[in-house]
């Protein structure tokens, strides 16, 4: 087959590559395989005595190790995803990560942690630039939301398979079929947002596929309310107030009947006593008064960067908090170090420095709020569960529970202003994105 390259001078968000692969595209398949093995892999390990963790962890390796070598195998066709102009932020990255190795509490450690994650890194960056030198940009962005959908469909459906009871009404530090509650509020949050996403922009165009998914989303909803997410009630509030303030693809009648469907339905949780939701605005109201265990945590963090000012730029080392407030400080109370940082954004700041922070927080994240609300804003609504919800979870591994989400997000996002280099074959024009079925 004959393949030409035409570099198109117009910017990414404006040009789409006009053809795909007429039989099965296995570079699509292989990434969701990569993000369910992760979320299948929470689900196993309460059920297991956590005895699933180790041959999970292996099958995960080697789903990426394949789909590496087939993303990079490809070079007929698909040898110029090595042009996308952005990945320098990738690869600057992983360079200053490294640099500040030598100043680790323990290098070992660190080198470890962090060079587990290169791989993933790799291979999420260059599958995005792929996706967007072989199919539309708006497609880009429904195929991840519909990645997205059904993974975490997987709590829901745990839920109504796995002990999960319609009469509960606060499920909050309870394993139920899988998974934790917190896990549930995640999942919920993003499994409902990338549904309302899908469904009003007329991805989802089957009429019995709708009144599935939209009766998905009320069990969704239910499981969400009684999780005590503090973190996913949060998320899905922004998701909400995105919709009824930006959303210019929705009547405003549909905004009034949802603004008012959802403040009668938080009006009656906060009127029931035993409701996940005022149980959790209580134990917020205690912490505040008493401090809690991760604000403990952060402040001594805190109090050892000012008492150690070297440690600013360089950190104490990736993964190596605990170590390092033990080497810095003489008289540490072990039990303010009996959990992690719980905590993505901090992670890197304790453990990489504020230089390595500050490039993070500008290329990685602040790339994805600005083109999120300039080019998606107006008709989308699932970016906050996917930046937000990292705040209450370390997610720089690549088996935590939305380490996919949010870095195929904010990558997407990085390569969104390229001017786009499309593979062109000659075979059948690509149907429209509504159209278009999953895999």
Sequence with gaps: MQVSIAEQTQPASSVAAQTTPTKRDYHRIL???????????????????????GPMKILRILVLGFSLFYLFNSKKHYQYIFKGSSSWILWVFITLNIYVLPFSANIFIS???????????????YFVIYLFRAYDKEYVITFILRCLNITYLIPVASFILFGG??????????????????????GCAIFLASSLDLLRNRVIVSKNKKILLIFLCLIATYILAISGSRSGYLTFALCFLIFVLKNSNTSFYIKIFSTIAATYFVFHLY??????LNKR??????????????????ELGFNTMANHPENILTGFGFYTFREAMFELNSNVDPKVLRINLHNSYLELFFGSGL??????????????????AVYHSSRYTFLPPILLIPFFENNFNPGQFLFFPWFAIMFYYIHYNERQIKIEEVITPMPPVRKHQFL
Aim: aromatic fraction near 22%.
């Design 281 to 298: 605005l209580a134990k917020t109201e205690t912490q505040l008064e008493k401090g809690d265990a991760r604000s403990a945590i952060y």
């Design 355 to 372: 230089f390595v922070f500050t490039f993070f927080l500008l290329f990685f994240v602040g790339k994805s709020l600005w083109n999120f």
């Design 111 to 125: 080198f470890e942690k962090f060079i587990n994650l290169v791989p993933y890194f790799i291979y999420i960056n």
């Design 165 to 186: 009871g319609f009469a509960q009404d606060d499920i909050y530090g309870e394993v139920v079929g899988g998974f934790v509650s917190n896990h549930y509020g995640w």
């Design 271 to 276: 009127t029931d006593n035993d409701s996940a």
């Design 31 to 53: 990434f969701f395989m990569n993000v369910v093995l992760v979320v299948v892999g929470y689900g196993l390990a309460h059920p297991t005595g956590f005895a699933s963790v």
